[in-house]
T-cell receptor
Framework: KAGVTQTPRYLIKTRGQQVTLSCSPISGHRSVSWYQQTPGQGLQFLFE???????NKGNFPGRFSGRQFSNSRSEMNVSTLELGDSALYLC?????????FGPGTRLTVT | AQKVTQAQTEISVVEKEDVTLDCVYETRDTTYYLFWYKQPPSGELVFLIR??????QNEISGRYSWNFQKSTSSFNFTITASQVVDSAVYFC????????????FGKGTRLHILP
């Protein structure tokens, strides 16, 4: 099976812009989670989607949103970007409790 | 509240030495899962192991072994005869399936294996 894929891999945006990141889970996996990784805060959970419904949400402001499509692909959107949003955004799909991560999207906000 | 603490921020050892990465967790539930992940320089997290709270048996997989002790709320990871390819950031994580089922990660331990 193909692994979790994320696009784009690298992104540079300007403060105030918005961005959409995409994640394709492993075939057959219905759960997709998103994480933000920064040097200071480590890996922080953003949200999880299961069968197109948000199942869990972390402690992030409303500027961070996501959705999942019927084919389990997921997108996350960050509006009104801030410098502090610069991070590696990781997506993971899971079957049971084994979570498989994608390579991440490195977002730089200038 | 659930919490995972990896007190060792960074460790350096010489190749072929054994090294243990510590993980201490906090949870109010009796049912929970513990994980270890490896993040090499490429950035992708690699799943290493999952343990449920009812199984305290230690596990060995090649040069890797895990020691789960509920009495001390610890789930430590040992690499025997370390190799340069083991250099990475290692994360311990916890989930509570009967609560919100989120997987919460520790801050990670950066391991340097020196040739």
């Amino acid at each position: 099976k193909a692994g979790v894929t994320q696009t784009p891999r690298y992104l540079i945006k300007t403060r105030g812009q918005q961005v959409t990141l995409s994640c394709s889970p492993i075939s057959g996996h219905r759960s997709v989670s998103w994480y933000q990784q920064t040097p200071g805060q480590g890996l922080q959970f953003l949200f999880e989607y299961f069968s197109e419904t948000q199942r869990n949400k972390g402690n992030f402001p409303g500027r961070f949103s996501g959705r999942q499509f019927s084919n389990s692909r997921s997108e996350m959107n960050v509006s009104t970007l801030e410098l502090g949003d610069s991070a590696l955004y990781l997506c993971a799909s899971r079957e049971d409790y084994e979570q498989y991560f994608g390579p991440g999207t490195r977002l730089t906000v200038t | 509240a659930q919490k995972v603490t990896q007190a060792q921020t960074e460790i350096s050892v010489v190749e072929k030495e054994d090294v243990t990465l510590d993980c201490v967790y906090e949870t109010r539930d009796t049912t929970y899962y513990l994980f270890w992940y490896k993040q090499p320089p490429s950035g992708e997290l690699v799943f290493l192991i999952r343990r449920n709270s009812f199984d305290e048996q230690n596990e060995i997989s090649g040069r890797y072994s895990w020691n789960f002790q509920k009495s001390t709320s610890s789930f430590n990871f040992t690499i025997t005869a370390s190799q340069v390819v083991d250099s990475a950031v290692y994360f311990c994580a916890l989930s509570e399936p009967n609560r919100d089922d989120k997987i919460i990660f520790g801050k990670g331990t950066r391991l340097h294996i020196l040739p």
